[in-house]
Each structure stands twice: as C-alpha cells, then as structure tokens.
C-alpha cells in the first residue's frame, strides 16, 4: 500500500515540472506615439498594453481609439473603461471593433458596454479569444451629458 502511495505521488510530482512554465520578466514600461507611458510586469513578447489619455465626450460627440499594433495571433483581451459623470444625464456606448485583415476598412464589432443613464463608473470588455488583425474601440456619446473616460487595455497572445 505504501509502494503504491509513493508511486502516486512521484507520478504528480514529476507530471509538474513537464509544463512549459513563462516566467516573469522585471518590470517594463511602454511608450505610445502620443508620449503616455505604461508599466507593466509579465512576459512582454506575449502581451500587449496599451493606456489612453483622460479624455471627454459632450452630448453626441464620437472618439475613435486605435490600439496601433497588428494582432498577427489570437489574443484574449480586457479592456477597462473608468467614467465620471460631469454633467448632464450619461448615455454613452462603447464599441469594440476589429479587422480581419491588415489594410482592410471593413470593421465589425465583437463587443461592447452600454452605458445609457447608469450611475457604475467601471467597466470591462473581456473574452477568451479576439481573431480580428486590428483593433480599435469607438466611444459613442448619444444624450446630453459631458463625461470624462479613461480605456486602459491588456492583451496576451493565446499561441
């Protein structure tokens, strides 16, 4: 009973050191185009962050934020969008809109936050896979309301 027991436990023991395991790497900080720096840890050649500038939508005004990097793989995504309500009542949507191919202009939406008189501040758009080359997300004002956002995404390449 006890060989038995021991075998048991060499087989676990040993079965957890055949995983591919990607460490950590040290602390590392990207700078976009517009001069916004983020920091980040993690295995930097398998993900992708990106963090915009503060901005503002008023009443019926549209903004278009564009990730900048081409997806070559399959990516799980999380995009964090914080609001605060200046004014007026909110009615915003955001949209998370992809490309199939490099040089294409043909966008289709995969995801998106409604966000039509709520009082949360927070949001994620989030999923396990994203195909799409390019990425970009449209902030879309519809009502009478002036709110300050904020979109900070993650990326990790799933392959």
Not at 61 to 71: F, M, P, Q, S, Y
Not at 87 to 93: A, D, H, P, V
Not at 130 to 136: A, I, K, S, V, Y
Request: charged share 15%.
């Amino acid at each position: 009973m006890a060989a038995c027991l021991l075998a048991i436990a060499a087989v676990f023991t040993f079965s957890a050191f055949d995983r591919t395991l990607v460490p950590f790497e040290d602390i590392y900080t990207i700078e976009d185009e517009s001069g916004n720096v983020t920091t980040a840890a993690g295995p930097s050649s398998n993900a992708i962050v990106k963090s915009w500038v503060v901005d503002t939508i008023t009443n019926a005004e549209n903004d278009t934020l564009l990730l900048g990097e081409v997806l070559a793989s399959a990516y799980q995504y999380a995009y964090q969008i914080r609001m605060a309500n200046i004014s007026g009542t909110r009615s915003i949507k955001f949209y998370l809109e992809q490309t199939s191919a490099t040089g294409s202009s043909r966008w289709m939406t995969v995801d998106s936050a409604i966000t039509s008189g709520a009082v949360i501040n927070n949001y994620l758009m989030r999923n396990a896979n994203t195909w799409g080359n390019r990425h970009r997300i449209i902030i879309d004002g519809t009502g009478t309301q002036s709110i300050s956002y904020k979109v900070d995404g993650w990326l990790k390449r799933t392959n």
